[in-house]
């Protein structure tokens, strides 16, 4: 684990540098700010997702397009150099959480992915995998209806099954991700155990 401190606009433009140099054949990215900011980095560096896989670590499923992070990043993407729309394979829009994952659990096989983009949580979690979420059939998903926030449901890859990415960053910025971070350093977070792989790189502006 590399602990990078850092400001938020370097942080994006370190791993936008990054996945524009490596080209990461399946990468899967946060919503929220930082994977907003990232995607209009990948744009203004000409990025292009030609015979790439991209995936979204999470969803929100059950509520209006507002609140779906597919949605939001696909706004990005469309932006993209010779994007194509097979290029993205998103959660789908499904009362039954096991049918959601069905074209990304097509798409992946038995592989692991390349390159994941994550961000923490004020309570702690990553991606969508929260304290109460649980495995589902295919256990590198995961599904909770109890969300801190609404949308409540909310559907995601495990953290187990992304920290096994070639490539992790973990972007936590604002004072308060503090405490969060606290935890997740010291062992107590929800997630702690990401912080045991070599190939993990947290970019922060908080003073530990």
Known sequence: ???????????????AKEIKQTKPYKFC???GNFGSFLLSELINR???PHKKNIF???????????????????????????????????????????LSYRDIKERLGSHFLDFTVLSLGEDGHLA????????????????TDNALKEPKSRISFTVDFLSKSKKIILAIFGEEKKSPLIELMEGT???SSIITKKNLTIYTDIKL
């Open 1 to 15: 684990m590399n602990l990078i401190k850092t400001d938020f606009k370097s942080a994006v433009l370190e791993t």
């Open 128 to 143: 969508g995998h929260f304290v109460n979420s649980y495995f589902l059939k295919d256990d590198r998903f995961c599904f």
């Open 189 to 191: 977070g929800t997630h």
């Open 46 to 48: 000409n990025y292009s």
């Open 56 to 98: 979204i670590t999470d969803e929100r499923l059950n509520c209006s397009k507002d609140y779906q992070n597919a949605e939001s990043v696909l706004i990005g993407l469309r932006k993209l150099k010779n994007f194509q729309p097979f290029n993205f394979i998103p959660f789908l829009q499904t009362e039954d959480p096991d």
């Open 29 to 31: 990215l946060t919503g």
